[in-house]
Nanobody
Framework: LVQLVESGGGSVQAGGSLRLSCVAS?????VGWFRQAPGKEREGVAV????????YRANSVKGRLTISQDSAKNTVFLQMDSLEPEDTAMYYC?????????????????WGQGTQVTVSS
């Protein structure tokens, strides 16, 4: 059983930054950040493997969002810069997904409770 706790969300103006954290109760091979905006389906944002390999799902976040990890602290971060109103969503981290299909949400065994990010124009 892996417990995940997210933090770092908040309200910022467009152009601002936030850093989300996801602390896991134990080490995991794959951690992903997903987000769900009001009225939309949840979508993958970024994933990171224990090896350090990082993948980003959408071109819209490349260069603005950076996923990283502190393996010693079982923590994965999502640094979000140049935030846009379209980034407003509940952000979730998930662990132990399908290493060969990291964007398949249904394969993730563990999910955090989410942290809200609101970006105003």
């Amino acid at each position: 059983l892996v417990q995940l706790v997210e933090s770092g969300g908040g309200s910022v103006q467009a152009g601002g930054s936030l850093r989300l954290s996801c602390v896991a109760s134990t080490g995991t091979e794959l951690v992903g950040w997903f987000r769900q905006a009001p009225g939309k389906e949840r979508e993958g944002v970024a994933v990171i493997y224990s090896s350090g390999v990082r993948l980003y799902r959408a071109n819209s976040v490349k260069g603005r969002l950076t996923i990283s990890q502190d393996s010693a602290k079982n923590t994965v971060f999502l640094q979000m810069d140049s935030l846009e109103p379209e980034d407003t969503a509940m952000y979730y981290c998930a662990a132990d997904g399908n290493r060969y299909d990291p964007w398949e949400e249904s394969d993730y065994q563990y999910w955090g409770q989410g942290t809200q990010v609101t970006v105003s124009s």
